[in-house]
């Protein structure tokens, strides 16, 4: 077994955005069987590719640091760990399938919670559903400056 760091961005505007936060913690905790070893500052955003004014977002980065099994493929490994995210988001109420307008930009929606993987370790992953790096984080301050805060204390983070 190695361990590898697992970078999780983390988003809410709907309801008592902190405590949304706080449990998403709490239940990705349980659902690695680890406790996450650093989260960022809370920080509110203005809301990010949304066509209509919504509510303003809570977000924060954590870093969960995780045994990875060396037998397990890389892509197989970094997609149970994207079910537990999605699984995370449902059983908080997030109902919502990524949505495309007709020209195959992305329409985003309020929500409970938003869960996404930003890094793993090193890992270059490209899958249909997901990419790691991912691949709007440098265009996304929300992500960024969580994320370099979480940096700034000796990690060796990638950031493209």
């Known amino acids: ?22 449990d998403a913690i709490g239940r990705l905790e349980r659902a690695f069987g680890k406790e996450c070893d650093r989260v960022s500052s809370f920080i509110e955003t ?27 493929d890389n892509v197989k490994f970094a997609l149970s760990l994207l079910e537990k995210c ?3 988001e449902r059983e908080m109420g997030r109902e919502d399938e990524p949505e495309y307008d007709c020209d195959g930009k992305r329409v985003y929606h309020s929500r409970v919670i938003d869960i996404d993987i930003l890094l793993l370790g090193n ?26 805060e979480l940096g700034t204390e000796g990690d060796n983070i990638i950031f493209n």
């Open 46 to 72: 203005e809301p990010w590719g949304f066509e209509v004014e919504v509510e303003p977002f809570l977000n924060a980065v954590v870093r969960f640091k995780l045994d990875m099994p060396q037998e397990v």
């Open 86 to 88: 999605k699984a995370v």
């Open 1 to 22: 077994m190695a361990l590898i760091d697992l970078y999780l961005g983390l988003g809410s505007n709907l309801g008592d955005r902190r405590e949304n936060l706080l």
């Open 123 to 148: 890992l270059r992953i490209e899958t249909e559903g997901l990419k790691v790096p991912h691949p709007l984080m440098n265009q996304r301050d929300f992500v960024m400056v969580p994320l370099r």
